[in-house]
C-alpha cells in the first residue's frame, strides 16, 4: 500500500481511500492483512493516532476486522466491496466527464471518443477532433464550422 | 481561553492565564491551554512567539510572573520533571563525551531509560561511530542524537523544542521518522515545537499558534484540513502574513 499525502486533505481519509483502492484493483483482498498502526505511520510518516482513526472508522464501516492479537484484516463483505468499486467507478468517470467538457468536448464528442477507445481506434478520432478544435478557437462562440447549418445566428 | 482536551480524563499539562515577562518584554501574555493524554502537538509560530519559553516553564526551567502551569495537575517540581523529557533547543551536550559516554551519562539520570530504544533509536537515526567525539559531529548529527536521548525515556511527556531546526533535510525526514517510529501511541503525549511545518505536521494530532505570546488558535490538525481544505503549512501563512 502506497500513500502519497496530499496535506490539504484530511490525513485518516487518504488511508480509507487508498485501501478502499487497493481492494476494488483487487491488491488486497478479503482476509488478507493490513500493516500494523506503526508499520503504516511509519511508512507514510504520518501520526500512529491517525493511522488507528482510519482503522476504527473501516471497522465501523465493516470494510475490515480487528482480532485481538492478530491484526487487522480485510472483511470478507461482497456487497460493500461491489459497492466501493461502483463508487470508485463513478468517482473516475465523474473526473473524466468534468475534465472532458473543460476542454471543451461537447457530450457527442465525448461519446464518440470513449465508443472507439473502447474499439481501440480512439487515436484517429482524437486527431480529427483536435483539428477541428483549433479551428473552433478561431470562432468563439460558433457551433461546427465544417457543417454549414447555421441559421444565421450572430458571431 | 483555548481547550485541548476531549475526553473525559483530567488534562495532561494545564495552564491558568500563564504570563511570563522578561523584563519589560511579554514572553507569555495570559496562555490557557490545557493538552490531553495521548496526542503528539504541534507548538507553531514565528521567532519570539513564545514557543521555548512555554516548553520552559511545562519543564521548571522557567517561572511564571503570573498564573500557573500543571503537569498532571502539579505545578513543576521534581516529581513532574522525573516525567518530563526534554529536548533543548541550545546546545547542550560536552563536546569532549564521545557519544557512547553521552548516552551513558544522559541515561544514568532517568529511571524510564529505555536502553533496547536506545540501540533502535542508534540504527535509525545516528549511525555514527559511538566513540566519535561528540564535538566532531557535524550539526545534524548532534541534532539526531540529542533526539536519541529525549526519546530514549519512556515519559509521559515530551517537549522537543526545535528539534529540526538549522539541519539539512535527510536529517530532519529522519528525526521524524524516529519520532514516530519510538512515540507510544495513546501513552506519550509529545510537545513539539518548529517552524519546519510542511515536514513536521503529518505527525500532529493538535496544533497550537502561538503569536506575541498569545495563543492565537488551537485546533484538530486534521479538522483544520477539513475545513480549510489546505495543509496547515498553508493556513499559518495566512494567519502570519
Not at chain 1, 496530499?6 to 476494488?24: F, G, N, T
Not at chain 1, 501520526?47 to 464501516?61: D, G, I
Not at chain 2, 493538552?35 to 521555548?52: F, M, R
Not at chain 2, 525526514?173 to 509529545?190: C, F, H, M, N, P
Given at each position: 500500500m502506497r500513500i502519497e499525502l496530499?496535506?490539504?486533505?484530511p490525513i485518516y481519509q487518504q488511508i480509507i481511500d487508498e485501501v478502499k483502492r487497493s481492494v476494488a484493483r483487487g491488491d488486497l483482498k478479503p482476509g488478507d492483512k493490513l500493516p500494523s498502526h506503526r508499520e503504516l505511520a511509519q511508512k507514510a510518516g504520518v501520526n500512529p493516532n491517525t493511522v488507528q482513526r482510519a482503522y476504527r472508522e473501516m471497522e465501523q464501516a465493516?470494510l475490515v476486522e480487528t482480532l485481538r492479537g492478530q491484526g487487522t484484516f480485510i472483511k470478507?463483505?461482497?456487497?460493500?466491496?461491489?459497492?466501493i468499486?461502483?463508487?470508485?467507478?463513478?468517482?473516475?468517470?465523474?473526473?473524466?466527464?468534468?475534465?472532458?467538457?473543460?476542454?471543451?468536448?461537447?457530450?457527442?464528442?465525448?461519446?464518440?471518443?470513449?465508443?472507439?477507445?473502447?474499439?481501440?481506434?480512439?487515436?484517429?478520432?482524437?486527431?480529427?477532433?483536435?483539428?477541428?478544435?483549433?479551428?473552433?478557437?478561431?470562432?468563439?462562440?460558433?457551433?461546427?464550422?465544417?457543417?454549414?447549418?447555421?441559421?444565421?445566428?450572430?458571431? | 481561553?483555548?481547550?485541548?482536551?476531549?475526553?473525559?480524563?483530567?488534562?495532561?499539562?494545564?495552564?491558568?492565564?500563564?504570563?511570563?515577562?522578561?523584563?519589560?518584554?511579554?514572553?507569555?501574555?495570559?496562555?490557557?491551554?490545557?493538552?490531553?493524554?495521548?496526542?503528539i502537538?504541534?507548538?507553531?509560530?514565528?521567532?519570539?512567539?513564545?514557543?521555548?519559553?512555554?516548553?520552559?516553564?511545562?519543564?521548571?526551567?522557567?517561572?511564571?510572573?503570573?498564573?500557573?502551569?500543571?503537569?498532571?495537575?502539579?505545578?513543576?517540581?521534581?516529581?513532574?520533571?522525573?516525567?518530563?523529557?526534554?529536548?533543548?533547543?541550545?546546545?547542550?551536550?560536552?563536546?569532549?563525551?564521545?557519544?557512547?559516554?553521552?548516552?551513558?551519562?544522559?541515561?544514568?539520570?532517568?529511571?524510564?531509560?529505555?536502553?533496547?530504544?536506545?540501540?533502535r533509536?542508534?540504527?535509525l537515526?545516528?549511525?555514527?561511530?559511538?566513540?566519535?567525539?561528540?564535538?566532531?559531529?557535524?550539526?545534524?548529527?548532534?541534532?539526531?542524537?540529542?533526539?536519541?536521548?529525549?526519546?530514549?525515556?519512556?515519559?509521559?511527556?515530551?517537549?522537543?523544542?526545535?528539534?529540526?531546526?538549522?539541519?539539512?533535510?535527510?536529517?530532519?525526514?529522519?528525526?521524524l521518522k524516529a519520532i514516530v517510529s519510538e512515540y507510544e501511541a495513546g501513552?506519550?503525549?509529545?510537545?513539539?515545537?518548529?517552524?519546519?511545518?510542511?515536514?513536521?505536521?503529518s505527525i500532529?494530532?493538535?496544533?497550537?499558534?502561538?503569536?506575541?505570546?498569545?495563543?492565537?488558535?488551537?485546533?484538530?490538525?486534521?479538522?483544520?484540513?477539513?475545513?480549510?481544505?489546505?495543509?496547515?503549512?498553508?493556513?499559518?501563512?495566512?494567519?502570519?502574513?
Amino acid at each position: 500500500m502506497r500513500i502519497e499525502l496530499d496535506l490539504a486533505k484530511p490525513i485518516y481519509q487518504q488511508i480509507i481511500d487508498e485501501v478502499k483502492r487497493s481492494v476494488a484493483r483487487g491488491d488486497l483482498k478479503p482476509g488478507d492483512k493490513l500493516p500494523s498502526h506503526r508499520e503504516l505511520a511509519q511508512k507514510a510518516g504520518v501520526n500512529p493516532n491517525t493511522v488507528q482513526r482510519a482503522y476504527r472508522e473501516m471497522e465501523q464501516a465493516e470494510l475490515v476486522e480487528t482480532l485481538r492479537g492478530q491484526g487487522t484484516f480485510i472483511k470478507d463483505n461482497p456487497r460493500l466491496l461491489r459497492e466501493i468499486r461502483t463508487g470508485m467507478a463513478h468517482q473516475a468517470l465523474a473526473a473524466f466527464i468534468k475534465e472532458m467538457r473543460s476542454l471543451g468536448f461537447r457530450d457527442e464528442e465525448i461519446r464518440e471518443l470513449v465508443e472507439d477507445g473502447l474499439k481501440g481506434t480512439g487515436e484517429s478520432v482524437l486527431h480529427e477532433i483536435q483539428e477541428t478544435e483549433v479551428s473552433t478557437n478561431e470562432h468563439p462562440g460558433n457551433e461546427r464550422e465544417t457543417t454549414p447549418r447555421q441559421d444565421g445566428e450572430p458571431l | 481561553m483555548s481547550i485541548l482536551a476531549t475526553s473525559g480524563r483530567p488534562p495532561l499539562v494545564k495552564t491558568e492565564s500563564l504570563s511570563k515577562s522578561y523584563f519589560l518584554a511579554k514572553a507569555l501574555d495570559n496562555v490557557n491551554i490545557e493538552i490531553e493524554k495521548g496526542i503528539i502537538v504541534g507548538l507553531l509560530g514565528p521567532n519570539g512567539s513564545g514557543k521555548s519559553t512555554f516548553l520552559k516553564c511545562l519543564m521548571g526551567l522557567v517561572r511564571p510572573t503570573a498564573g500557573r502551569v500543571l503537569v498532571e495537575g502539579r505545578e513543576p517540581d521534581v516529581v513532574t520533571k522525573a516525567k518530563v523529557a526534554y529536548l533543548p533547543e541550545v546546545d547542550h551536550l560536552y563536546p569532549w563525551m564521545s557519544v557512547a559516554e553521552t548516552i551513558k551519562f544522559v541515561g544514568a539520570f532517568y529511571r524510564d531509560w529505555q536502553p533496547e530504544r536506545v540501540q533502535r533509536l542508534l540504527e535509525l537515526i545516528n549511525n555514527v561511530d559511538p566513540r566519535v567525539q561528540v564535538g566532531r559531529l557535524s550539526r545534524g548529527q548532534r541534532a539526531r542524537l540529542k533526539l536519541l536521548l529525549a526519546m530514549a525515556r519512556s515519559a509521559p511527556l515530551v517537549l522537543l523544542d526545535e528539534p529540526l531546526s538549522g539541519i539539512d533535510p535527510p536529517s530532519r525526514a529522519r528525526i521524524l521518522k524516529a519520532i514516530v517510529s519510538e512515540y507510544e501511541a495513546g501513552e506519550q503525549t509529545i510537545i513539539l515545537s518548529t517552524h519546519e511545518v510542511a515536514e513536521s505536521e503529518s505527525i500532529f494530532d493538535k496544533v497550537i499558534f502561538l503569536h506575541k505570546g498569545r495563543v492565537k488558535m488551537v485546533a484538530d490538525a486534521e479538522e483544520l484540513r477539513q475545513s480549510r481544505g489546505t495543509s496547515i503549512q498553508a493556513m499559518l501563512e495566512e494567519e502570519y502574513a
